[in-house]
């Protein structure tokens, strides 16, 4: 009769196993924190902050969380008006992100060509609202700093429509050039999470906005 | 055609960007920024490293960098001259970038500057000829101004002011007639050049209208005209301008 005697584990090897799990615990946490890459970004609540004028105010929310946005009706009426009546019918819910340049700049807006539901890579950019274009306002000094906010154009001026930007960096060429629109009071390290592609044009997949809303 | 939308979407997402705020804005790259605060809210640029540019895939236009030591010289006779002209004005003309560089050419052919009224920008060659230099700094604006007014410079109506034997070339390249020296006679023309077009020509008057200190009219009844052409063109265009003389 053979009998198996009880090994018993020695030393050195519950030392490796305790490492291995100790492994194992550290890299799923690192899977979930690299995927989850807003959890390190503070989301604000409009409803938490008081603002002067109400009516100048937008909620811009992404996959991170609210981005608010002050506009500048007394800079640029028209350009505004043209934003908040897109905004008030909610035109821009689910428009792309279709040009992100890192640390640079993000734009929006295109919604012919840019919708989640008709997202057309070799067209988003070129498209329009339906409202036609609207003259550039570019004569009041106004320094696009980082968070600022503006109407995009083609390359000739007067042709600003529903598409918007937002600079991630100061931008002084910009200054009369752009239409501001308004400024980012709160959440633009939010902005820094949109999906880019390094070195390319499109963002293959982009992320969307999920909603634009007035705080009137 | 299948085929088609797969490699148009293939090339657009290969096309490396240049996340480069001046090239996107004027399409020229390699530049950087030389001084952008001005008065008249001009925007000197340079360039860093040489470009070429062009329409099509042969880039015909070429300019080169240069050392830190010329161009802080040039830029301050450059901008010298260009502070004559009014925020208001240059908005007017459309002009808002000045591109500095040197050994600027077209076709091979050295030129002192290419104005682009699209873009509002006027690529200088700072290393062009050293003795007019100032004077080809307002000649290149004038082109500008005359591609933002077309009709007011009418080149029909300019003709006429010349004897009725007188013919332009075909283009400004078209000859060797190149001389900028200013004639002592001038017998409707104030240089060789002016007698390449009738652009040219118009630029010439309007480069020694804002350059020379001394009275350049010298009783020439065909430069007397078009001197009151260049002027009144101007005046339409903004009637506070001024020139350095007969003003």
Same mark, same amino acid.
């Given at each position: 009769m053979?009998?198996?005697?009880?090994?018993?584990?020695?030393?050195?090897?519950?030392?490796?196993?305790?490492?291995?799990?100790?492994?194992?615990?550290?890299?799923?946490?690192?899977?979930?924190?690299?995927?989850?890459?807003?959890?390190f970004?503070?989301n604000y609540?409009?409803?938490?902050?008081?603002?002067?004028?109400?009516?100048?105010?937008?909620?811009?929310?992404?996959?991170?969380?609210?981005?608010?946005?002050?506009?500048?009706?007394?800079?640029?009426?028209?350009?505004?008006?043209?934003?908040?009546t897109?905004?008030?019918?909610?035109?821009?819910?689910d428009?792309?992100?279709?040009?992100?340049?890192?640390?640079?700049? !993000?734009?929006?807006? %295109?919604?012919?060509f840019?919708?989640? +539901?008709n997202?057309?890579? =070799? #067209? $988003?950019?070129? @498209?329009?609202?339906?409202?036609?274009?609207?003259?550039?306002?570019?004569?009041?000094?106004f320094?696009?700093?980082?968070?600022?906010?503006?109407?995009?154009?083609?390359?000739q001026?007067?042709?600003?429509?529903?598409?918007?930007? !937002?600079?991630?960096? %100061?931008?002084?060429?910009?200054?009369? +050039?752009?239409?501001?629109? =308004? #400024? $980012?009071?709160? @959440?633009?390290?939010?902005?820094?999470?949109i999906k880019?592609?390094?070195?390319?044009?499109?963002?293959?997949?982009?992320?969307?906005?999920?909603?634009?809303?007035?705080?009137? | 055609?299948?085929?088609?939308?797969?490699?148009?979407?293939?090339?657009?997402?290969?096309?490396?960007?240049?996340?480069?705020?001046?090239?996107?804005?004027?399409k020229?790259?390699?530049?950087?920024?030389?001084?952008?605060?001005?008065?008249?809210?001009?925007r000197?640029?340079?360039?860093?490293?040489p470009?070429?540019?062009?329409?099509?895939?042969?880039?015909?236009?070429?300019?080169?960098?240069?050392?830190?030591?010329?161009?802080?010289?040039?830029?301050?006779?450059?901008?010298?001259?260009?502070?004559r002209?009014?925020s208001?004005?240059?908005?007017?003309?459309?002009?808002?970038?000045?591109?500095?560089?040197?050994d600027?050419?077209?076709?091979?052919?050295?030129?002192?500057?290419?104005?682009?009224?699209?873009?509002?920008?006027?690529?200088?060659?700072?290393?062009?000829?050293?003795?007019?230099?100032?004077?080809?700094?307002?000649?290149?604006?004038?082109h500008?101004?005359?591609?933002?007014?077309?009709k007011?410079?009418?080149?029909?109506n300019?003709?006429?002011?010349?004897?009725?034997?007188?013919?332009?070339?075909?283009?400004s390249?078209?000859?060797?007639?190149?001389?900028?020296?200013?004639?002592?006679?001038?017998?409707?023309f104030?240089?060789?050049?002016s007698?390449?077009?009738?652009?040219?020509?118009?630029?010439?008057?309007?480069?020694?209208?804002?350059?020379y200190?001394?009275?350049?009219?010298?009783?020439?009844?065909?430069i007397?005209?078009?001197?009151?052409?260049?002027?009144?063109?101007?005046?339409?265009?903004?009637?506070?301008?001024?020139?350095?003389?007969?003003?």
């Amino acid at each position: 009769m053979i009998s198996i005697n009880k090994i018993k584990i020695t030393k050195s090897e519950k030392i490796t196993l305790v490492f291995i799990i100790l492994l194992g615990v550290f890299t799923l946490g690192s899977l979930l924190i690299i995927k989850n890459k807003c959890l390190f970004i503070k989301n604000y609540d409009p409803d938490d902050i008081q603002f002067e004028k109400r009516e100048n105010i937008a909620v811009l929310n992404v996959k991170c969380g609210n981005v608010i946005i002050e506009l500048y009706p007394d800079i640029s009426p028209n350009a505004v008006e043209r934003f908040k009546t897109l905004t008030r019918s909610s035109a821009y819910d689910d428009a792309a992100f279709h040009r992100v340049i890192e640390n640079k700049l !993000i734009q929006t807006g %295109d919604l012919e060509f840019g919708k989640r +539901e008709n997202l057309n890579y =070799g #067209k $988003v950019g070129t @498209g329009k609202s339906g409202l036609g274009l609207i003259k550039s306002e570019i004569d009041t000094d106004f320094k696009f700093k980082r968070g600022s906010v503006g109407l995009a154009r083609t390359f000739q001026m007067d042709t600003e429509d529903s598409q918007f930007f !937002i600079i991630l960096q %100061d931008e002084p060429l910009f200054e009369g +050039e752009y239409t501001p629109i =308004g #400024k $980012v009071l709160y @959440g633009i390290e939010v902005l820094e999470k949109i999906k880019f592609m390094p070195k390319f044009h499109i963002v293959p997949r982009p992320d969307f906005i999920n909603s634009l809303k007035l705080l009137e | 055609m299948i085929l088609f939308r797969p490699i148009l979407l293939f090339l657009i997402l290969i096309t490396p960007l240049k996340a480069n705020t001046i090239y996107n804005l004027i399409k020229i790259p390699n530049l950087e920024i030389y001084e952008i605060n001005n008065e008249n809210k001009l925007r000197y640029l340079y360039a860093a490293k040489p470009f070429k540019l062009g329409v099509s895939i042969k880039k015909n236009i070429h300019c080169f960098d240069s050392d830190k030591k010329t161009l802080d010289k040039k830029y301050k006779i450059i901008n010298k001259n260009l502070n004559r002209y009014s925020s208001e004005f240059l908005k007017k003309i459309g002009l808002r970038y000045i591109v500095l560089c040197e050994d600027l050419s077209i076709e091979n052919i050295n030129t002192a500057g290419i104005p682009n009224n699209i873009t509002r920008t006027l690529i200088l060659d700072i290393k062009f000829n050293e003795v007019y230099f100032e004077r080809a700094i307002h000649h290149e604006v004038f082109h500008i101004i005359k591609d933002s007014y077309k009709k007011l410079f009418n080149e029909v109506n300019w003709e006429s002011l010349n004897k009725k034997n007188f013919k332009y070339s075909e283009c400004s390249t078209c000859n060797n007639k190149w001389n900028l020296d200013t004639y002592t006679k001038t017998k409707g023309f104030f240089t060789e050049y002016s007698k390449s077009t009738a652009s040219e020509d118009m630029a010439e008057v309007f480069s020694h209208l804002m350059f020379y200190q001394h009275k350049i009219y010298n009783g020439d009844p065909i430069i007397k005209k078009k001197i009151r052409f260049i002027k009144k063109s101007i005046s339409k265009i903004d009637s506070s301008f001024k020139f350095l003389n007969y003003d």
